[in-house]
Structure formats: structure tokens, C-alpha cells
């Protein structure tokens, strides 16, 4: 077949090392012994050319073909056939490398069928002993993502990353164009850690702790205090009301209170006023007798003007003559 190397002259290289076998075979004999010998190298020579010459029109056939075809299969080997095509392209039509342009021509048909082609096998290649730990390392990365679904995820960035490893594998092995390594290379950095970025699982965002129910508002509390007609003191039949109001506050010092005297409308208005306000002193001072601090404690005097029963002027109504207090 016209892809079969003549002679076994590539059949025993693997992908890469075809081309240092190529070498040796094309080395020319540098010893003295005699004619006979210098006829067999370059017998031998001849051969190389020849098989070079027919890989050149074999490898051709691959090249045009890879060109041209139509990829199908999934979002990574179409996408990877067309990053294969273009390392074959550059080295055939650049390089004028027949062998690997040939052999990645091959991957690029392999995924246009469909075919999930793997990164290059380190062990394959002729590379340079201090360039092994860093292709090695980053072989490591690019297997990493592939296994973690980066082909099905990613699959253009998964393709590229693939196929500039494989490139920058093929040019190390060559190691004599820096720049040329260089591009493979920071190709294939730049793919990996595009796609490690966008693989890094999403920061846990931790919900803030609900703010604690504000405690219930505790309703007011509400006492009346009743007086005698036309008097300030605090009847004793009128004292648990203000015992209560003192208990209650005892338990939640936070509690204020407000005092507010009356009158019913017996008699002029200011003088009601005047007696409305001697009436919520003096339970403000029943209060503060029993340990209830002063400041705590507000007074108002309304007089007549708020009767709880509404009266003709003038007359007497008990349930006018009244401290209110309000806990709260």
C-alpha cells in the first residue's frame, strides 16, 4: 500500500521517533574501508530518498484528504479534526514535516469519523530529558479535565488544549525552534487553564442567619386609680391597683410608666386641673415609695378636659375622678 513505509524504513518508529530512524538510516558512513562498503551506504542512502519520496505522495493523500473532509460526530471530534487539520496543514505546507503532517493528518481523520482521539503518549516521542516532568505534568492537567467531561462541557477548548499538547509534544521532540515550541506550548496553557477556571465548582455562598423575631411588644398595661369627691388621696381600697403596677415593673426593669390625673366637672376648671394634678403626684409618690426610681415614672394633669363619662358641667361623676397609669 502507498501508506506503507518501503523497505520497513519508517515501520520501525513509533509516531516521533520515525524521524530520528529516518536519520540514522540516512547517515553516511565516515570509515576507511573501502569502496565495496561506500557503495552499500549509498545504495542505502538511495533508499531513504526513495522512501521519502513515496512517504511524501502517501502522506499527500491524508493531508488532501483531512483538508477537505466534513467532521461529523460529537461538538469535541468535529471540533478536534479541525485542529488537527490545521497542525497538518502547518506542517506540510510549512514545515514541509511529511511524517507528522501524515500522522496528524490520520488524527484528524479519526475524529471526522467520530472517533474520540486520545493526547499523545509521552513514551512515543524522542523528547528531551529536561522537558519529560513539564509535559508530564501537563499531560496530568489535560487527562484531568477530558475525564471530568471537559469534552462534552468544553468541547472547543477541550479540542484546542488536546491538539496544542500533541503539537507542542511534536515540536519538543524537534527542539531546535524555539519559537515554534513556544506557540504549542502557550497554546496549550492557555486552553487548560481556561477550562480549570471555568471547572472550579461555584464559591458556596452561606445564607446570612435569619434575624432573630423581635420580641412581641408587650402590650400596655393599664390601671385606674379612683378618688374620693374633691380629694388627692389615695383611697386604701385603690392601693392593690398601684401594687400590681409595681410588681409588674419589678419584673421587667425596662418598663416606664405614665400617670395622668382627672377631675369630673364639679367645680371651676383650673381648680380641677390643679386638684387633677395633686392626684397623679400622689400616686407617683405611692410608686416611688415602693422602690420605683422617679425617673421612670411621667405625670400630666388633664383636669375635666377628658372626662371617661361625658357630664353636664357641674356634676359629679366618679368615674371622672381617676388616675389613669399606663405601664409600658
Known sequence: MCCESPSGAGDQCAPGRRRRCLRAASHWSTDDRGSKEESMQVLKSLG??????????????????????????????RAATDEYREIAAYEADEMYDWRDADYFARKGLRSAEGEVV???????????????????SARNRLVGVLDKNARREYPKLAARAQARFDCWV????????????ARCRDGFYAAISEIEEAMKPA???TEPAPEPEPEPMMEPERYT???????AAVRPGEAP??????????????LSFSVTGHADRAGPAEYNRELSLQRAQNVREALVAQGIDR???????????EPAVATPDGVREQANRRVEIVVQ
Request: negative net charge; aromatic residues 6%; glycine residues 4%.
Open 203 to 205: 464559591p458556596q455562598v
Open 295 to 305: 425617673d421612670r415614672i411621667s405625670i400630666a394633669a388633664r383636669g375635666e378636659s
Open 225 to 231: 386609680v379612683y378618688f374620693n369627691f374633691d380629694a
Open 241 to 254: 391597683k398601684i401594687d400590681e403596677a409595681v410588681r409588674l415593673a419589678m419584673e421587667s426593669p425596662e
Open 48 to 77: 531513504v530518498v526513495l522512501a521519502t519520496t513515496l512517504l511524501a505522495a502517501c502522506a499527500g493523500q491524508n493531508i488532501d484528504a483531512v483538508k477537505s473532509v466534513q467532521p461529523t460526530g460529537s461538538a469535541f471530534t
Open 118 to 136: 486520545a493526547p499523545e503518549q509521552l513514551g512515543d516521542w524522542d523528547l528531551p530529558e529536561d522537558k519529560v516532568d513539564e509535559l508530564a
Open 170 to 181: 511534536e515540536q519538543q521532540e524537534e527542539n531546535h525552534q524555539p519559537d515554534h515550541i
